[in-house]
């Protein structure tokens, strides 16, 4: 099935689509330049699946907030998609995107990539032989809100998001330890890789969104 049709179908929103349509060219182009054997079909899936379940995080995501004052129309049917969502899959997004990926019978691999990201995750990632592992886990962390954007960047962007108030799910100071590992997992992926971490851009990712929205996803 194309990837395209399962946003379709379970009514992805256009914003969650492009994040990770770009994720997936992130991925994309450290696999067409990687000088080791990766498993790229995977890698790509994996990373075009892997946030299906977050719009149960409505009321949490900052896209949502803009929608409530200056679109109340968008707003009112995202909150019905989240009521179905939570209803089928359960309240942890997580486990939704799992329950998906089940639902439309994605090879386990894929969906081992899926449940193994994670910036709570860093530290195993950064432990694992897997490179398929570290290439999804990192090519998530270069797509910011709006775009393509380097690694510090993005962990700029994510520490006022992620700590600093009430509901902070890490202290500044366990935030600023995970995001020192993520950048050792740069280094372990760019040492086999034929480009830079400065040469994935926006410019360079975009290009690849049409192409990618046709990509097939392999099932059992």
């Known amino acids: 099935m194309k990837i395209s049709q399962i946003y379709e179908k379970y009514k992805i929103m256009p914003f969650l689509q492009e994040h990770m349509l770009r994720v997936a060219g992130v991925s994309n182009l450290i696999c067409d330049n990687f000088k080791l054997a990766t498993d790229e079909k995977s890698i790509i899936s994996a990373c075009l699946l892997h946030d299906l379940g977050n719009i149960i995080k409505f009321k949490k995501n900052w896209y949502f907030k803009i929608f ?5 129309e968008t707003w009112s049917g995202l ?56 290439i999804v886990a990192y090519s998530d962390h270069r797509v910011a809100p709006f775009g393509v954007t380097s690694l510090q960047e993005r962990h700029i962007e994510s520490r006022s998001r992620y700590t600093g108030h009430e509901e902070s799910k890490y202290s500044l100071e366990k935030f600023d330890y995970l995001s020192s590992i993520n950048k050792k997992i740069e280094s372990q992926i760019f040492a086999h890789c034929n480009i830079k971490p400065e040469d994935i851009t926006e410019e360079k990712v975009r290009p690849l969104i049409d192409k990618l929205r046709n990509f097939e996803i392999e099932t059992q």
């Open 68 to 72: 409530k004052k200056t679109d109340p």
């Open 79 to 134: 909150k019905e998609i989240k009521n179905y969502f939570i209803e089928k899959y359960g309240s942890d997004e997580h486990e939704a995107t799992s329950a998906i990926i089940k639902e439309i019978g994605a090879r386990d691999r894929i969906l081992y990539l899926v449940k193994s990201i994670g910036f709570s995750n860093s530290i195993k990632i950064y432990n694992s032989n897997d490179l398929d592992l570290k």
